[in-house]
């Protein structure tokens, strides 16, 4: 019974390993919210892919919606500096450093993604994801981390 469970658990794993894949679907909403909180990117990784659908309705210039990675401690200079940026330029400045990977802004109904190289993250190192459009990164936002 202790040997089936452990197989049974060891294949669990790995199968759960495998569909921890290498990317994410994420979802941004009229009610400015996120439907994950947290994202694992395991480490085995090359390349990790956030695709992220604004299952609202309202237009990109009204409640408009992306994902920005930077580390938590800048997370809040990157989301100020970026209010003054304008929606052309997806609220974040022009070559701001601090932005590891960041999609597009997007309306209600369409859909966008980013890929980057998980080398640019390390483990141990917090990170959060959020919505730079100006008011929405207080409340759209999430943690990512290297599993």
């Known amino acids: ?45 090359k390349d990790f892919t956030v695709n992220l659908k604004h299952v609202g309705k309202m237009a990109r210039n009204v409640m ?20 003054t940026a304008g929606l052309d330029k997806d609220y974040l400045k022009a070559g701001d ?18 890929t980057f190289p998980v080398s640019k993250l390390a483990a141990g190192t917090a990170y959060t994801y959020f919505c730079s459009f100006p008011g929405h990164w207080g409340l759209m936002k999430g943690t990512l981390a290297v599993k």
Do not use: P, Y
């Open 1 to 45: 019974m202790i040997r089936t469970f452990a197989v049974a658990a060891s294949l669990l794993f790995a199968s759960s390993s495998v569909f921890a894949a290498c990317s994410v679907d994420i979802e941004g909403n009229d009610a400015m919210q996120f439907n994950l909180k947290t994202i694992d990117v395991a480490k085995s990784c």
């Open 97 to 114: 450093a601090r932005v590891i990977a960041h999609t597009k802004v997007i309306g209600g109904g369409e859909t966008t993604s980013v």
């Open 64 to 83: 408009g919606h992306n994902w920005v990675l930077t580390t938590t401690a800048d997370m809040q200079a990157v989301a100020t500096d970026g209010q």
